[in-house]
């Protein structure tokens, strides 16, 4: 993506790319399959933060990134408001909330970029695997770790970003006063995003080692998955999957 062009350009530009694979995907028959891969890493996710997940400071901020980012949720209604949107958050908001919204359109659109081509991975494999193993192998043909590497990074620069907004008194009064135009404007669902992530990140305290912990996993989990061994890196899952089951 350009960086020169506007923000809001780029904000539009990243939604449209995400549209068009989601019509893409009902066109393919790929709709269960990409979800089945997204509920998948929801999955690993949660597993990989337990600690985190039951903590009373960094919790919500790690619910946050799983809601908001790495979720199995349908995010149509929250796209086309950013859409929006988009023109007008130059002219209302600091450049950092902006950015904030071009880091979510751009990791929203790597991430179903991903997710897509591990879908028809995953069908084309079927289930004469077991899926921590159809996951794996999915994850494997479909390669691009640079993207993958660029969603790691997008995270850890929100999160850095948001925290950082959180100071600004002004940002969270001009913020709480948005609640009624937003919803008369039909935009509550970008309104609670930028809510739920400034109420977690503001409550965090210093996010460096909760961002730094997410760095060490997230890329722990990139290198297994595209390095180690297949049966060690099933198997590796398979143990903090079941680690986590009640």
Request: aromatic residues 8%; glycine residues 6%.
């Amino acid at each position: 993506m350009n960086e020169s062009l506007p923000a809001a350009d780029r904000i539009r530009a990243q939604l449209c790319s995400v549209s068009a694979l989601r019509e893409q995907a009902r066109g393919e028959g790929l709709g269960a399959a990409v979800s089945a891969v997204k509920q998948w890493q929801a999955r690993r996710f949660r597993a990989s933060y337990t600690d985190f997940l039951a903590s009373p400071v960094q919790g919500p901020a790690a619910r946050f990134f799983l809601d908001e980012l790495y979720g199995d949720h349908d995010f149509a209604e929250r796209d086309a408001q950013f859409g929006r949107i988009a023109g007008a958050l130059e002219r209302l908001f600091p450049d950092a909330v902006t950015e904030l919204a071009v880091d979510l359109a751009e990791m929203h659109a790597l991430t179903e970029s991903l997710d897509h081509t591990m879908a028809s991975h995953w069908l084309a494999i079927g289930d004469r695997e077991a899926d921590t193993r159809r996951y794996a192998r999915a994850w494997r043909l479909t390669g691009r770790r640079d993207a993958r590497e660029r969603q790691l990074a997008v995270v850890q620069h929100m999160g850095a970003e948001l925290q950082r907004l959180t100071r600004s008194k002004s940002l969270l009064m001009a913020l709480k006063m948005m609640r009624r135009p937003a919803q008369a404007a039909g935009l509550a669902a970008l309104q609670q995003f930028l809510e739920r992530g400034f109420t977690a990140f503001g409550a965090l305290g210093d996010a460096h080692s909760f961002l730094a912990t997410i760095g060490e996993r997230e890329r722990h989990w990139i290198d297994a998955l595209f390095d180690q061994d297949l049966d060690t890196c099933c198997a590796a899952l398979d143990a903090e999957l079941c680690a986590t089951r009640p």
